[in-house]
């Protein structure tokens, strides 16, 4: 099977009222192609679960600032102005998840899981609307598990199965992610054939991508 796409063909596969996740901190380890072609083509109404919503000029801040989501499932919004102005205005629902929770969450989704418990949030606003457990006189909250109909990773090398490599931090949420999803698109950095990349050094495999896009700088 050919898993390489164009840009216009992979955004095929990302509609309107979908629920997407988007790998990267920052913006960093996010295709900003694909954003671009998902800015472009206008793609709204979205549930996004992603670390952070980065800056307004950058990953997905530009989907923020063009008002194509509806929620974001998140960890920080700190570091993008805009959206915590449409959260304030009531015009973007924000889910604020503790990092490692959200992690996490989406580490069950992909792993089939019914949840997990942790004691994050005990106490907190966070805790509002979740079930409380105690074990060994301890309280937890059960966190239910994360899917998506899209995930959308960025990574630096990827070979023409999907086996895909990341540099550096260009890793952080994107492997978990790729597990977590019904549909898997990998925008590639640089494309090469199989073989080519070291089996010690794949860290997701191709197994769980389903197209790739990129590799042409």
């Known amino acids: 099977m050919n898993k390489i796409r164009t840009i216009d063909e992979v955004m095929e596969y990302i509609k309107d009222d979908m629920t997407i996740m988007i790998g990267g901190f920052m913006g960093v380890g996010t295709p900003e192609h694909i954003i671009d072609a998902m800015v472009k083509k ?18 997905i801040g530009k989907l923020i ?11 920080h919004i700190g570091l993008n102005p805009e959206t915590g102005r449409q959260m304030n205005n009531g015009e973007l629902i924000v889910e604020l ?14 792993s089939g899981l019914g949840g997990f418990l942790t004691p994050t949030g005990v106490g907190t606003l966070v805790e509002e609307g979740k079930q409380k457990l105690k074990i060994n006189d301890v309280e937890y909250l059960l966190e239910l598990p994360l899917k998506a109909d899209v995930a959308i990773i960025g ?30 698109i990998a925008g590639a950095e640089k494309i090469v054939e199989v073989g080519e990349i070291d089996p010690s050094h794949v860290i997701t495999p191709g197994i769980f991508v ?3 896009v990129g590799g042409e700088n």
């Open 42 to 59: 206008g793609v709204k109404n979205l549930t996004v679960i992603a670390n952070d919503t980065a800056w307004p000029n950058k990953g």
């Open 65 to 75: 600032v063009n008002k194509q989501i509806k929620k974001m499932i998140t960890s």
């Open 97 to 110: 998840v503790p990092q490692g929770t959200l992690a996490e969450r989406i580490r069950c989704g992909g």
């Open 155 to 184: 990574a630096s090398v990827v070979d023409k199965q999907g086996n895909a490599f990341y540099n550096g931090s260009t890793r952080n949420f994107n492997p978990i992610m790729a597990t977590a999803a019904d549909i898997v």
């Open 210 to 212: 389903d197209y790739i």
